[in-house]
């Protein structure tokens, strides 16, 4: 298995709260993805990073901020949270360029928004 | 605008073989792949396909790929109870990025 951990793995959090999921690799991967997976809509991109303090927006980023400020860690920021927000969160990594693209995935984080 | 569809639900009896469909929009997608999530967990990389190949096959795994009809299917031979979870098939949207466009996942029920 890739070495993704998530972190927190369970949240329950308040409607208006700041919230921070933490993906941390040990594959020295350049690429970085966070997903929201939602019943009905498969997994959808949030926010990516193709580097140190390198982001971009994915298809869902509204209400959502990201920051990689080391190789290793890429933090997903709800800044004010809403039960829209309700999900599992799923960080990935990926070496773009080589023989494949393939994608690795963390254990998630399931977050409730009350 | 990219987009990939798979059937929500199947269900199979156990030692039978499953098979799962996928279609999909961009015809220039390098690769095409496979995903098996198991309840509670990430998804795991099964299997994917290079866009000039039409077969793959690893163990009771076999994908096939009809690029004309952008039709990708992933056939699970003497299926176990085992291999119930959701599949996920992803084609690549950006090769630059790695950025995949997923389905919605397919539900497969193996019943002893």
């Known amino acids: 298995d890739a070495g993704i951990t998530q972190s927190p793995r369970h949240k329950v959090t308040e409607t208006g709260t700041p919230v921070t999921l933490r993906c941390h690799q040990t594959e020295n991967h350049r690429y970085m993805y966070w997903y929201r997976q939602d019943p009905g809509h498969g997994l959808r991109l949030i926010h990516y990073?193709?580097?140190?303090?390198?982001?971009d927006k994915g298809e869902v980023s509204d209400g959502y901020s990201v920051s990689r400020s080391k190789t290793e860690d890429f933090l997903l920021t709800l800044e004010s949270a809403t039960s829209s927000q309700t999900s599992v969160y799923f960080c990935?990594?990926?070496?773009?360029?080589?023989?494949?693209?393939?994608?690795?995935f963390g254990p998630g984080t399931r977050l409730l928004v009350l | 605008g990219e987009d990939v569809e798979q059937s929500l639900f199947l269900s199979v009896r156990e030692g039978d073989s499953s098979v799962i469909n996928c279609t999909y929009t961009d015809s220039s997608s390098t690769y095409l792949y496979w995903y098996k999530q198991e309840p509670g967990a990430g998804l795991q990389l099964l299997t994917y396909?290079?866009?000039?190949?039409d077969m793959k096959q690893d163990q009771r795994l076999t994908v096939l790929l009809n690029k004309k009809d952008k039709h990708l299917s992933l056939r699970i031979a003497d299926t176990q109870t085992g291999d119930s979870a959701i599949y996920f098939c992803a084609e690549v949207f950006s090769s630059n990025t790695g950025k995949l466009i997923f389905g919605q996942g397919t539900t497969l029920q193996v019943k002893p």
């Open positions: 990935a990594i990926s070496d773009p360029g080589g023989d494949q693209e393939t994608q690795y």
């Open positions: 990073s193709y580097g140190v303090k390198d982001t």
């Open positions: 396909i290079f866009s000039n190949m």
